[in-house]
């Protein structure tokens, strides 16, 4: 299920129904910065920024970084 772009907050991670992790760095001029984490377990900051919109249609529900 997306999340609202209101409930998209800095600091919070999010999984994607694929199972992918990614963790809201900074949200600027609309768009979210963030990391993801692979399948090395490090956090990485991909070259995209999506729209906040976009990314909370992308990801499925807010879990712990833990």
Same mark, same amino acid.
């Given at each position: 299920?997306? %999340?609202?772009?209101? !409930? #998209?907050? =800095?600091?919070?991670?999010?999984?994607?129904? =694929?199972?992918?992790? *990614?963790? #809201?760095? !900074? %949200?600027?001029?609309? *768009? #979210? %910065?963030? &990391?993801? *984490?692979?399948?090395?377990?490090?956090?990485?900051?991909?070259? !995209?920024?999506? =729209? %906040?919109?976009?990314?909370?249609?992308? #990801?499925? *529900? &807010?879990?712990?970084?833990?």
């Amino acid at each position: 299920m997306p %999340i609202d772009k209101e !409930n #998209v907050k =800095t600091g919070h991670c999010y999984a994607m129904p =694929t199972g992918q992790l *990614r963790r #809201v760095v !900074n %949200i600027r001029n609309g *768009r #979210v %910065i963030y &990391e993801l *984490r692979g399948q090395d377990q490090q956090w990485h900051r991909p070259k !995209n920024a999506p =729209t %906040i919109e976009n990314f909370g249609a992308a #990801v499925g *529900r &807010e879990v712990s970084a833990d």
